[in-house]
């Protein structure tokens, strides 16, 4: 059974940073396509982050460039979103993805993040 497990989210200041971790198991990490999603309030949710299965290529929405980073551990299962500068509209429950190689969609529960003063 594959499990995604979301951690690191909460309150934090506009301008601050926040690293979120997401632990894979029941899949073979090493050949899985990572992304972060994330749902506002009232919006649909909105692919944030892509990283290939081997790490080489990255991916992001314009309204995260220069800000967050996607990165992942292949020896540990784990993928991770460094969020810098965090504004107010950040603000959101943050879902990790995983596609295996058969097309197939694995999603975590979420982890919310507030960016607020």
């Known amino acids: 059974q594959v499990q995604l497990v979301e951690s690191g989210g909460g309150l934090v200041q506009p301008g601050g940073s926040l690293r979120l971790s997401c632990a894979a198991s029941?899949?073979?990490?090493?050949?899985?396509?990572m992304r972060w999603y994330r749902q506002a309030p009232g919006k649909e949710r909105e692919l944030v982050a892509h990283?290939?299965?081997?790490?080489?290529?990255?991916n992001y929405a314009d309204s995260v460039k220069g800000r967050f980073i996607i990165s992942r551990d292949n020896a540990k299962n784990m993928v991770y979103l460094q969020m810098n500068s965090l504004k107010p509209e950040d603000t959101a429950v943050y879902y990790c993805n995983a596609r295996s190689i058969w097309a197939v969609d694995y999603w975590g529960k979420g982890t919310l993040v507030t960016v607020s003063s």
């Open positions: 990283i290939s299965s081997a790490g080489v290529s990255t």
């Open positions: 029941g899949l073979t990490f090493s050949t899985a396509a």
